[in-house]
């Protein structure tokens, strides 16, 4: 039966063909196994993970080894990026049984979910260092049907060890030394040769690269000059696609040669604020690679209809032949004669605000009115397609098709913070409101559960995913932050945005002690939790707040105001009538604001009103 083909997930559709009988992720596949007295195996990938596509070519493609999983196991395929509270569960789990974690994931467990056995990429015959996958099963098989007791056994361990697990103590927020220690260690692993952290794989660590940013805005002279180093060796390194702008995924070598040849977009969308950012910094930055990330997000990634693909493919038939990489070594007329990579369509709420953001924040800077109108049409999308009445969100849809997946706490995190820098890029109050509906919910959230007594002060509105919660399987969120932000951080750096707007304290507080439960990891894991330490960087400056009011567009206060950047600031230009509604709204940064004047604060406390451009620069000169 072929259970995949009407699937949300362009992932789980690709498996439809396969002599499997796969099963998406829900209730129904655990009572199938109950009923059946067989384990799951549960099979977790994404559009653009290669191992994933090689093992469903040579292995779920496999007639024979169909027949065994058909047989013995209930086989559900999963989406991880669909579903990323599982996969977390999952991965925790899987680590008791492998330390190579990665996808595709696949991950052997009772009826009752709790995982037995568990292991990444399988070849269909045994190569050095790895079985083959038939040998594992039959070999799964085996010990559940002869061995039940101890299968059972070792996940009750497995169960009960991950339940035991409980977020770490919290801890102040760093102070100046101690972000300046961090910067020297990152001095020390930095490339000296190629540029980038480490030696191979290396990764753009985007989140890192914002931590930099701040400190360097902040003042740090080095942490600056590190970013600015790492950020134009990428530039100038194969990782990034020279025709069609925007960067992939990852480079196998030290050099930053030989990519994993996947745009994704939660990538780009960062590198597109690092970026950005830099070009508000340091003169002579290479506004070239701003305009190519833009470039690729909104020719490339754009959907028809408004929003953001979560992905391009690596493979693509280049001249009849599938290869990995072959279009992106073509050059523009080349590629013309070519069938481009296939994008994953899959509208992920979270990326898309982190698109939505960088997109505003940029078009604001640089004063892009296309990247501008890019942005709000995402949000327009995604608000009308995603936000549900009861002020919940949708996880994915595809084609206006909505995934059954729960939001994550990133997705409302990630869409509030995108939404207020489009409201502050565009001066459009309906923004900054929903993005307050989003934080609320999420405060609300915790407070039912019980969260802020725990220390966690925003939760997941409408719960976590149901099976997981059913079976006592619901992890709590991880909080490092590889590739992009987690929740938490995402939440709480708009709710300390929302804070420089309204003068609201319980924002500030949430988003302080949001950060204080990871501090203490934070510091002793700088490269995991990069984005949650740009966000203590800000907590730790004075604030500083510009509003300019006119009603000119091409007013010089207005360009004064665009270039300018700090830590721990915010600023915004809008009209005489849109600073009223602001006011109106309870945003207490626009009370008062009607003049043509700019109007420069710190800590809320405003200086008398400047109406020349040159005094306003000679002023935040001194900020």
Excluded at 266 to 278: H, K, S
Excluded at 593 to 605: G, N, S
Aim: charged share 20%; hydrophobic share 45%.
């Amino acid at each position: 039966m072929n259970r995949l083909a009407e699937a949300v997930s362009p992932y789980l559709r690709s498996h439809a063909g396969n002599p499997v009988d796969w099963r998406e992720w829900g209730s129904e596949a655990f009572a199938e196994a109950e009923r059946r007295d067989v384990p799951l195996l549960v099979s977790i990938g994404y559009s653009t993970c290669h191992w994933c596509h090689v093992m469903a070519r040579e292995s779920f493609s496999d007639p024979a080894i169909a027949a065994v999983l058909n047989e013995g196991f209930v086989a559900v395929k999963v989406d991880r990026e669909e579903h990323p509270d599982v996969d977390a569960s999952y991965l925790a789990a899987a680590s008791a049984f492998t330390q190579n974690l990665g996808w595709p994931l696949n991950v052997f467990v009772t009826p009752q979910g709790r995982a037995f056995y568990a292991g990444t990429y399988w070849p269909p015959q045994e190569t050095q260092g790895h079985p083959a996958f038939r040998t594992v099963l039959d070999a799964v098989v085996d010990a559940w049907t002869q061995r039940r007791q101890e299968v059972e056994q070792s996940a009750s361990v497995v169960a009960e060890a991950l339940a035991t697990v409980r977020p770490p103590a919290g801890r102040e927020l760093p102070g100046g030394d101690r972000f300046a220690d961090i910067v020297q260690q990152l001095l020390e692993r930095e490339d000296a040769e190629f540029g980038g952290f480490g030696t191979a794989p290396k990764f753009p660590m985007a989140p890192v690269l914002m931590f930099l940013i701040e400190r360097g805005a902040g003042g740090d002279v080095e942490a600056l000059e590190l970013a600015d180093r790492t950020l134009r060796a990428m530039a100038d390194s194969p990782l990034r696609d020279r025709v069609e702008g925007g960067f992939f995924r990852y480079s196998t070598r030290r050099d930053w040669s030989e990519p994993h040849y996947e745009r994704m977009l939660y990538d780009n969308a960062l590198l597109l604020q690092a970026y950005t950012r830099l070009a508000q910094l340091v003169p002579g930055s290479p506004l070239a690679v701003v305009e190519g990330i833009a470039s690729f997000l909104l020719d490339v990634l754009a959907l028809p209809a408004g929003g953001f693909a979560s992905a391009q493919d690596s493979e693509s038939e280049v001249d009849g032949v599938r290869v990995e990489g072959g279009y992106y070594a073509l050059d523009r007329a080349g590629r013309a004669r070519q069938t481009p990579p296939a994008l994953d369509e899959k509208m992920l709420t979270g990326w898309n605000g982190l698109a939505i953001g960088a997109l505003a924040a940029a078009g604001q800077a640089l004063g892009r009115r296309e990247w501008l109108e890019g942005a709000i049409a995402a949000a327009d999308r995604v608000v009308a397609g995603h936000l549900r009445d009861d002020g919940t969100l949708i996880r994915a849809s595809v084609a206006g098709r909505a995934s059954a997946a729960k939001a994550t706490l990133e997705d409302y995190g990630m869409l509030a913070g995108g939404l207020l820098r489009l409201a502050l890029a565009t001066g459009e109050l309906r923004y900054a409101e929903t993005a307050r509906q989003l934080v609320d919910g999420a405060l609300a959230a915790a407070a039912e559960a019980g969260g802020a007594a725990g220390g966690a002060p925003f939760g997941v509105p409408g719960g976590v995913d149901a099976v997981l919660q059913a079976q006592g399987l619901a992890a709590e969120p991880d909080p490092s932050e590889g590739a992009y932000p987690s929740g938490a951080t995402a939440m709480a750096e708009a709710a300390r945005m929302l804070y420089l707007l309204t003068g609201e304290p319980r924002y500030l507080a949430a988003a302080t002690a949001a950060m204080e439960t990871v501090a203490g990891l934070a510091v002793e894991r700088p490269t995991a939790f990069g984005a949650a330490l740009a966000l203590m960087a800000q907590l730790r400056e004075p604030i500083g707040q510009l509003v300019v009011v006119t009603d000119e567009a091409d007013d010089p206060l207005t360009a004064v105001a665009r270039r300018w950047y700090r830590a721990g600031a915010v600023s915004v230009a809008v009209t005489p009538r849109q600073a009223a509604r602001f006011a109106e709204a309870g945003y207490e940064l626009f009370e008062g604001r009607q003049e043509r004047a700019a109007y420069l604060c710190e800590d809320f406390v405003c200086r008398l009103p400047i109406t020349d451009a040159e005094e306003l620069q000679h002023a935040l000169g001194r900020m």
